[in-house]
């Protein structure tokens, strides 16, 4: 029974993934490894799918590094605005995916490990 439950949700997911629209992905800047970058993009595919409002979408993203990745995330979405900021070394990406614009930034102290 939970092997059926599995295969459920991962068909779910391919499903989503095939009704998902194809979006031109620009990526403007990033110092990410590869690995961060493509999780962050399809955090941000996931948060365009489920939201219409600029804000849910930069909450789902923000929701989804602060409980996957350690530290301070700050996910700015929109069509027009500037950023000027300091940033974690390996933390930053500016994308554009069709006329959206995000910029993702982890800044501030670290995560406290439990003791």
């Known amino acids: ?36 970058q493509a999780e962050t993009i399809e955090w ?31 996910v700015i979405v929109g069509s027009h605005f500037a950023c000027n900021t300091t940033h974690d070394a390996g933390t930053l990406i500016n994308v554009l995916l069709d006329t959206t614009a995000v910029l993702v930034f982890r800044n501030g102290p670290p995560m406290k490990e439990d003791q």
């Open 1 to 36: 029974m939970a092997d059926r439950d599995l295969h459920d949700d991962e068909e779910e997911t391919t499903n989503k993934r095939k009704d998902r629209p194809v979006r031109k992905i620009i990526v403007k800047d990033t110092d990410m490894l590869p690995d961060l």
């Open 44 to 74: 941000i595919e996931q948060g365009l799918d489920d939201h219409k409002l600029s804000k849910d979408i930069a909450r789902y993203v923000k929701q989804q590094l602060d409980e996957n990745k350690k530290g301070v995330w700050h």
